[in-house]
T-cell receptor, first 116, second 115 residues
Framework: AQKITQTQPGMFVQEKEAVTLDCTYD???????LFWYKQPSSGEMIFLIY??????QNATEGRYSLNFQKARKSANLVISASQLGDSAMYFC?????????????FGDGTTLTVKP | DGGITQSPKYLFRKEGQNVTLSCEQN?????MYWYRQDPGQGLRLIYY???????QKGDIAEGYSVSREKKESFPLTVTSAQKNPTAFYLC??????????????FGSGTRLTVV
């Protein structure tokens, strides 16, 4: 069975500073993808970044980067130069690549608050 | 712009009533999903569909039903058998299943409350 653990229920960061949101995972699937989503107070989930288990380099998308350590089964999200608009809930998710359709798993989320 | 439209935004259900949540997408995505989110928790999969006229149960399908008669539409019915339906419901789609590196596209959600 898959499991995603986000150990930080809430995080605070000062505007313009960097912040790391933790995510560890457990899976028996040999190939998988890791995702991060942002959920503002409006409720809609927004896709941020993707990392494949077979990717050699860490993924980056603008101010978002994914610190992927496969041996430690961690996929931490790093947000650089935080902005007030980054205040939201952030979810880590994992999906198998292959035949296990419909088995995406989400963590419980981390609420990030950016202070001015 | 393409996207997913969920309606209504807020829905109130009386005890013993069935209610239907609408989800429509114009992204030409093959796969669609329904997730339930309870306060302070992550998303749990209710049902998903990889193709028209086919769908599979997720982890918490009891008390829910779906249909996929058109590629664009994936309505969710919350039946009276669902004893604790108060939650936030999110519809999502993806190009195909298993999900691609493009991830899911989500709707803006429906907040269902039992009165």
């Amino acid at each position: 069975a898959q499991k995603i653990t986000q150990t930080q229920p809430g995080m605070f960061v000062q505007e313009k500073e960097a912040v790391t949101l933790d995510c560890t995972y457990d899976t028996s699937d040999p190939s998988y993808g890791l995702f991060w989503y942002k959920q503002p107070s409006s409720g809609e989930m927004i896709f941020l970044i993707y990392q494949g288990s077979y990717d050699q380099q860490n993924a980056t998308e603008g101010r978002y980067s994914l610190n992927f350590q496969k041996a430690r089964k961690s996929a931490n999200l790093v947000i650089s130069a935080s902005q007030l608009g980054d205040s939201a809930m952030y979810f880590c998710a994992m999906s198998p690549i292959g035949t296990n359709a419909g088995k995406s798993t989400f963590g419980d989320g981390t609420t990030l608050t950016v202070k001015p | 712009d393409g996207g997913i439209t969920q309606s209504p935004k807020y829905l109130f259900r009386k005890e013993g009533q069935n209610v239907t949540l609408s989800c429509e997408q114009n992204l030409n995505h093959d796969a669609m999903y329904w997730y339930r989110q309870d306060p302070g928790q992550g998303l749990r999969l209710i049902y998903y569909s990889q193709i028209v006229n086919d769908f599979q149960k997720g982890d918490i399908a009891e008390g829910y039903s779906v249909s996929r008669e058109k590629k664009e539409s994936f309505p969710l019915t919350v039946t009276s058998a669902q004893k604790n339906p108060t939650a936030f419901y999110l519809c999502a789609s993806s190009i195909r299943e298993p999900v691609t590196p493009d991830g899911y596209t989500f709707g803006s959600g429906t907040r269902l409350t039992v009165v």
